[in-house]
């Protein structure tokens, strides 16, 4: 008793300090009760159940004969309506997926004997509520649908304005023309980005393994006011739960080179191994009341590659030693060729091996104190280490360490039918440290030959801590849901943590007479800490004008604080206002608290077409914060970056480049700059689609989407040498 008097009060106060920010891993159910003539039913009590997990939820339809259940968890339920008068009308089999609003309409029979008429839920329904454009991935098709590596993130192409630009995975994946770090994805509710990029540094499968989510949604375009945090698609996911049935499964998924084809380009078939190994169990700790999922996926693979390298020919070595004994290092540096392309360059053909390995684990955990109090809690980690080649080199290899977790809880308060509140906490980390070795101190680059890596250190860790708060009210026909999230950013990173150099030549004549036509060098930094936070909050009314007809009107507002490093250690460089780098406490630019943006959208299924053709239609302004790594120019420039170029040596530039690093320092730093007046990007969005059901549960779309894009960022050269005057605006930089 005393653990539910806590809740509720906390639930209390919460409703009262907070709204909302949408229930994107919830659904919702509504409709409208009427009889044999098409008449509404007021005063019916609808009841729906999930008979795996014992909850049950009741309203009463009102003076129009209306009922709304929102915030259900997903699952399968049972729909029950009694009326005095009317026999008892149950519909099984009602699927509520992720962010799905569902409309299911009922009608009764006017009855004075003991009845009840059964109805088999329409497995394909169509979306009666909302514009919103996208697409919801289920169980089985997360089951049935073979997917490489078992990536869940390769099923997003399924979704309506999709576009794959690479290995059809979270990094390559954009819907209809926005970029890829537009998107933004939750796992329960809760933040599930890189944090430092919207889409995850990490590389890995197994951030979240396919194993312990249920489904998740794509909301490509035109969702409403709830979903937010990113301009472009919106991808959320929701974990499995325990029910009051024990479910477990054990797997192990082997490929080898013995079931492959040899690749054009090997001699014969390298070696591959690759073990994907795992298992779950969920199931009840009190039958109706308390229940537990735990999953662990692990992943080991060994790949041979085949990489392929332009090395100078044993005659170039010769007439360039000859030439330049200074650049014996670079070549020596160099690998043997086996075989000529021509006089100066020979080819190589190595067989190298990349090693992969992850181990992911998902613990939840739900409890209902009461038919009023519900809570959850997921906690996720992938533990990852891929140790890659970069080049032919032995020396030349890539060692990344990748550690993903994700923690969420939450606490559901049902005050009444109509009024309902939902409260998570939780934090989201994607832990990247990545060291990669070279043959020699700096990069070299020589037109027509391999590059030779440098070495170089990278640590990040970037977390964000967030709060939210939802709420939704029903009034009769309309449906208010209010809310607010607040999300504390840290960006923790050291790129690069060592110094690194790189040493271009424009030609290879130029590696034989040693002249280099630039150098770059950035020192090494401390990890450095930049904070900022995001306040997110909105308003949505859905309002059913009629049975048929659905408005959803709504506005968001979103403000990003202006970054700052936690110790206070940064250069603000301003080309124009400061002429250099700016007085210790400057904003590293102006705060943007102009990000409203409304939306609105119809659904409409006319009843001449018997409900089976629904019209949609919105529009609305979508802003987003891009990468939080965008802003940071004033951490980068706590790494000295120097530059030098031939232009700038009287005599030129040689190898070593020793030499010139104190003139190089002489020149100035070349440190970033970030715009400071900039303004956070946006989409204007509008379009309109139409559903139409088909025999055999089939569902056919087809509609147009515009879409253009403002205050969008690119990245230029300032401070550049006037040709007329042959220097620099400031001098003292590069």
Not at 251 to 266: H, P, Q, S
Not at 389 to 394: A, E
Not at 592 to 610: C, F, K, T
Request: charged share 20%; glycine share 8%.
């Amino acid at each position: 008793m005393e653990t539910q008097r806590f809740f509720r009060l906390a639930a209390a106060v919460l409703l009262l300090a907070a709204a909302a920010t949408g229930q994107v891993d919830r659904s919702r159910l509504n409709g409208q009760v009427l009889d044999e003539s098409g008449a509404s039913i007021p005063g019916a009590m609808v009841k729906i159940s999930n008979p795996a997990t014992g909850f049950v939820r009741e309203a009463e339809t009102s003076s129009e004969g209306f009922y709304d259940f929102p915030a259900v968890p997903v699952g399968t339920y049972e729909v029950q309506v009694t009326k005095d008068g009317f026999a008892p009308a149950r519909t099984t089999g009602v699927v509520l997926a992720v962010g799905q609003q569902r409309t299911l309409n009922v009608r009764m029979q006017v009855s004075s004997v003991a009845t009840q008429i059964e109805i088999q839920a329409d497995a394909t329904p169509l979306e009666q509520t909302s514009a919103d454009l996208g697409s919801v991935v289920g169980l089985r098709q997360i089951k049935d649908i073979p997917i490489n590596g078992r990536n869940w993130s390769f099923l997003m192409a399924l979704a309506p304005g999709a576009i794959n630009t690479g290995d059809g995975s979270q990094q390559t994946i954009r819907f209809v023309g926005r970029a890829r770090d537009d998107n933004n994805w939750t796992f329960d509710g809760m933040d599930a980005t890189g944090v430092k990029d919207p889409r995850q540094e990490a590389a890995l499968r197994l951030i979240i393994s396919t194993d312990a989510i249920a489904e998740f949604r794509v909301s490509s375009s035109l969702y409403s006011a709830e979903l937010g945090g990113g301009a472009g698609a919106n991808i959320s996911l929701v974990s499995k739960s325990g029910t009051n049935e024990f479910h477990g499964s054990l797997f192990e998924f082997v490929r080898n080179n013995r079931f492959d084809a040899r690749n054009f380009f090997d001699a014969h078939k390298p070696p591959f191994r690759l073990n994907q190994f795992g298992g779950n169990l969920g199931g009840p700790i009190l039958r109706n009341r308390t229940f537990f999922f735990v999953n662990y996926e692990g992943l080991r693979q060994r790949l041979g590659q085949t990489l392929f390298a332009s090395v100078p020919s044993a005659a170039f070595r010769e007439r360039a030693l000859s030439t330049s004994p200074a650049v014996r290092p670079i070549l020596e540096a160099f690998p043997k060729g086996f075989r000529s392309l021509d006089a100066d360059i020979d080819e190589l053909w190595i067989e190298r091996r990349q090693l992969w390995r992850e181990d992911a684990g998902t613990l939840r955990v739900d409890h209902r104190f009461s038919d009023f109090d519900l809570f959850f809690a997921r906690f996720n980690v992938d533990n990852g280490l891929i140790d890659a080649p970069r080049s032919v080199l032995l020396s030349d290899k890539q060692e990344s360490l990748f550690q993903p977790s994700n923690l969420a809880v939450q606490y559901q308060r049902i005050f009444s039918p109509t009024v309902i509140n939902e409260y998570k906490l939780g934090y989201n980390r994607s832990a990247l440290t990545r060291y990669s070795y070279g043959p020699l101190g700096q990069s070299i680059s020589v037109p027509g030959f391999m590059t030779l890596n440098g070495p170089s250190l990278l640590i990040e860790n970037p977390t964000s801590y967030s709060m939210l708060d939802n709420l939704t009210i029903t009034r009769g026909r309309h449906t208010l849901k209010m809310g607010f999230e607040a999300r504390r950013i840290h960006v923790n990173v050291a790129d690069p943590a060592v110094p690194t150099a790189s040493i271009t030549f424009t030609s290879r004549d130029d590696l034989i007479r040693n002249r280099v036509d630039s150098l770059s060098i950035i020192a090494g930094s401390p990890v450095l800490g930049a904070r900022r936070t995001w306040f997110m909050g909105f308003f949505q009314d859905d309002f059913k004008a009629r049975r048929n007809l659905t408005l959803n009107l709504g506005a968001r507002y979103e403000y990003y604080t202006v970054a700052k490093e936690v110790c206070n250690r940064e250069r603000v460089f301003d080309m124009w206002a400061c002429q250099g780098f700016c007085p210790p406490g400057t904003p590293w630019y102006y705060p943007d608290r102009n990000n409203i943006d409304p939306r609105v959208s119809l659904a409409w299924a006319p009843a001449a077409l018997g409900d089976k053709t629904v019209f949609r239609i919105g529009a609305g302004v979508f802003h987003g914060p891009g990468q939080n790594d965008d802003v940071n120019a004033a951490l980068d420039n706590m790494a000295e970056r120097l530059s030098l170029t031939s232009r700038e040596v009287p005599g030129g530039l040689s190898y070593p480049i020793e030499p010139f690093v104190a003139q190089a320092r002489s020149q100035g730093v070349t440190p970033r700059s970030l715009q400071r007046d900039r303004r956070d990007l946006y989409n204007i969005q509008w379009g309109f689609s139409i559903q139409q059901q088909l025999p055999a549960r089939f569902v056919t779309q087809v509609g147009y989407l515009g879409n253009v894009g403002h205050k969008l960022f690119a990245r230029t050269y300032v401070n550049v040498i006037d040709p007329a005057l042959g220097r620099r605006p400031l001098p003292a930089f590069g």
